[in-house]
């Protein structure tokens, strides 16, 4: 069965702080997506990479695939308190079901 | 253009009941996916329409069904609940079927909350 594992589960951290949260596997995966779902609402896409060790910037969002293609990165520099939700990865499985990781729940203390 | 729209938004059943939730896609997207998510077990799939065919099913008993109409709108049932089926079902649509492989975006809706007592 493949399976992402995200890490850590939870995290709360004080605003202008840097983090980075991990979603590992031991499956590769053709393509990654990370999504942000907030309170009440569904999840957004993020950013999908798909090249092994690509690495991808969105703002103060830093994403990287891993060279493998089996894990990925989140880096979010100076957080803040916009930043909180769950941030969630997904992949396409072998046979095209789409699997995603349980997620990480972040809070950013103002 | 307008998003992803679940009805109900909100539901309570009891246990033995059976449950019908609606999912309308963006305009023009042809593909639909449910998922339910809880806090245990995170976001699982569902199953996947396309053209009013499920293309793709996942690791739920056949209590939990679903069809798609020729306006791509859908529907999920899920028959005899139990209290384990209370949970977040969250539907998305994309514009084609396995848009995701080929690095496409999945627009999730809001989430019907079921909750069973």
């Known amino acids: 069965t493949q399976l992402l594992e995200q890490s850590p589960q939870f995290l709360s951290i004080q605003e202008g702080e840097n983090l980075t949260v991990y979603c590992n596997s031991s499956?590769?995966?053709?393509?990654l997506q990370w999504y942000r779902q907030e309170p009440g609402e569904g999840p957004v896409l993020l950013v999908t990479v798909v090249t092994g060790g690509e690495v991808k910037k969105l703002k103060r969002l830093t994403f990287q695939f891993g060279d493998a293609r089996k894990d990925s990165s989140l880096h979010i520099t100076a957080a803040q308190p916009g930043d909180t939700g769950l941030y969630l990865c997904a992949g396409a499985g072998r046979d095209d079901k789409i699997i995603f990781g349980k997620g990480t729940r972040l809070h950013i203390l103002p | 253009k307008a998003g992803v729209t679940q009805t109900p938004r909100y539901l309570i059943k009891t246990r033995g009941q059976q449950v019908t939730l609606s999912c309308s896609p963006i305009?023009?997207?042809?593909?639909v996916s449910w998922y339910q998510q809880t806090p245990g077990q995170g976001l699982q799939f569902l199953f996947e329409y396309f053209s009013e065919t499920q293309r793709n099913k996942g690791n739920f008993p056949g209590r939990f069904s679903g069809r798609q109409f020729s306006n791509s709108r859908s529907e999920m049932n899920v028959s005899t609940l139990e209290l384990g089926d209370s949970a977040l079902y969250l539907c998305?649509?994309?514009?084609?079927?396995?848009?995701?492989?080929?690095?496409?975006?999945?627009?999730f809706g809001e989430g019907s909350r079921l909750t069973v007592l």
């Open positions: 305009s023009g997207h042809r593909s």
């Open positions: 998305a649509s994309s514009l084609e079927s396995g848009s995701f492989l080929n690095t496409g975006e999945l627009f």
């Open positions: 499956s590769v995966f053709s393509s």
